[in-house]
């Protein structure tokens, strides 16, 4: 069973940077992306990055491209990285983690972001 983990959350200032880490756990040799997305209040949830399981394929959507990174340790690729830059307030979201496999999906419960002075 594959369970995932975010942390890494927390208030940050307009223009700060936060880097989020998506702890997993239970994953096998499938292959498999490991990405990042964020619902903010009232609005529909946003893909953001993903990564493959050999960290070999990346992918970033428009709004995020220069400004954030995704990334996975190196050991045992089990933890990826979600690096946010010149972030703003409309930014404020849930971010959560899911790894997607041909058998499935799983998800993690997220962990809040507030961008805010």
């Known amino acids: 069973q594959v369970q995932l983990v975010e942390s890494g959350g927390g208030l940050v200032q307009p223009g700060g940077s936060l880097r989020l880490s998506c702890a997993a756990s239970g994953l096998n040799s499938e292959y498999h992306y490991i990405g990042w997305f964020r619902q903010a209040p009232g609005k529909e949830r946003e893909g953001l990055a993903c990564?493959?399981?050999?960290?070999?394929?990346?992918?970033y959507a428009d709004s995020v491209k220069g400004r954030f990174t995704i990334s996975r340790d190196k050991a045992k690729k089990r933890t990826v990285y979600l690096e946010m830059g010149s972030l703003k307030p409309d930014v404020t979201a849930v971010y959560s983690c899911?790894?997607?496999?041909?058998?499935?999906?799983?998800w993690g419960t997220g962990t809040l972001v507030t961008v805010s002075s």
């Open positions: 990564s493959s399981s050999s960290n070999s394929r990346i992918y």
């Open positions: 899911t790894a997607q496999f041909m058998s499935g999906s799983y």
